[in-house]
């Protein structure tokens, strides 16, 4: 088979090195990859939002299976895009990927299903949703409806704070329309988890849970990223809750989805908060984790081409999906000032100098003609380790990483520590 992954982050890398494990694999692209996608695979100079060019591509290259990463690509139509080519593609439609694109759509579909979540009131008049807010007392969360590459919710501690998340998304517009509407929530305190479902719209598989770290510093201090780490499995996350999720949660968002008229097939992410004993949904994607997938995966035992084919061909109730009782532990290594503005094109030094067992996934890095490598983005590298427990994986990550160095890399130091302590 030829296959070709959209994106160009750790959670790409990620699916590279796993699919390229498959012996059914006889070719990877990865649009438009890195500098470690280019070593296992072959990166196209294509950018994930480009939806024609990728399949006009993914026709000249005879792709026999297309896999989409981030969230973008799908809510523009990228799979609709692929199923008119009959180019087979891993993801959920547009209309289907509203459930991430759309904040006030999931809320809205959670709520009338019965699906358990925060309170919340969507909004799309500034002055009523001032008027509502002045009702509330913080902390309260505010949410930009649409796509705001993880900047769109504010936890509010205070009135002002809430006031200015709110002018900042309906009136000064800095989210674009994306921020046109908003949902003011109820704030839940818990512990955080994510859990991510395989489904063929009909038959739905949950995958092992994970925690990801999305402030910059430890213990959860300073601003939110992308990522800075994760782990698997999360202790106080058991086999029961899996399975209450899976029945309160996953399975009802998608019958409600069929319901609707929008049959989802792919992964769906429920991103959980366990308040009093009970998981509710904090938000829904359309898409595997960044950087959940960067310590899943490492534990998947199954063929993951046979499920993301069993998903398009609708017979997932077919496969069995086994996991390793293995932990993971990934740390994110980022460029001085990231999340803020950032330098790239410095020499990333010492990834020849590492356990053999250490998985090095490349986001934000590129190589030169001699195969130098350098960083080219926020997020740089997610360095992961597998053990036989959660000391063992951490021990092995946080022993490795300091052979690697780049002018002004930073990462934090308590990934899983909780875990451990
Ligand atoms: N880990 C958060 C996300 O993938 O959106």
Redesign the pocket.
Known sequence: MKVMIIGGGA?EHTLAWKIAQSPKVKRIYVAPGNAGTGLAAHNLSLRPTDIEALGKAAQEKSIDLAVVGP?VPLALGIVDHFNDLGIPIFGPTKAATQIESSKVFAKGLMQKYGIPCPKGVAFSSYSEAQKYLQKQQPPIVIKADGLAA?KGVTVANTMEEAEKALANSMKKKIFGPAGNKVLIEEHLVGKEV?LLAFTDGKTVIPMIPAC?Y?RVFDNDQGSNT??MG?YSPPSFFNATLTQKVTQSVLTPAINALTKEGMPYKGVL?A?LIISDGEPKVL?F?A??????TQVTLPRLKTDLIDILLAVINDNLDHIDINWSSDACVGVVMASAGYPGSYKTGFFIKGLDKLDEDILVFHAGTKSDESGNIYTNGGRVLTVAATGKNMAEARNKAYRNLPHIYFEGCHYRQDIAAREIT
Do not use: L
């Open positions: 959670r969230e993880g994510s990801d999305k992308g990522g994760s992410y991103g938000e994607n898409r595997f984790g960044d950087p959940e």
